[in-house]
């Protein structure tokens, strides 16, 4: 299993979806080792492809 950190880095590289990870938001990070946090303050468009690029990289995994 990847930790939140491994996760948002890979999901940048190899989606192009950018997170942050969960273990930056708690006092004691190994709380936040499975949480991913998505920020949605982005134009429709934006999160549209975000989207698109979510459910094509689910289908290959």
Do not use: H, N
């Amino acid at each position: 299993d990847l930790e939140s950190r491994e996760f948002a880095i890979w999901l940048a590289k190899e989606v192009g979806v950018a997170t942050v990870p969960g273990m930056s938001f708690y006092s004691r990070p190994e709380l936040g080792r499975s949480v991913t946090r998505f920020a949605f303050c982005k134009k429709t468009e934006t999160l549209e492809k975000a989207a698109e690029r979510l459910v094509a990289m689910q289908a290959q995994v």
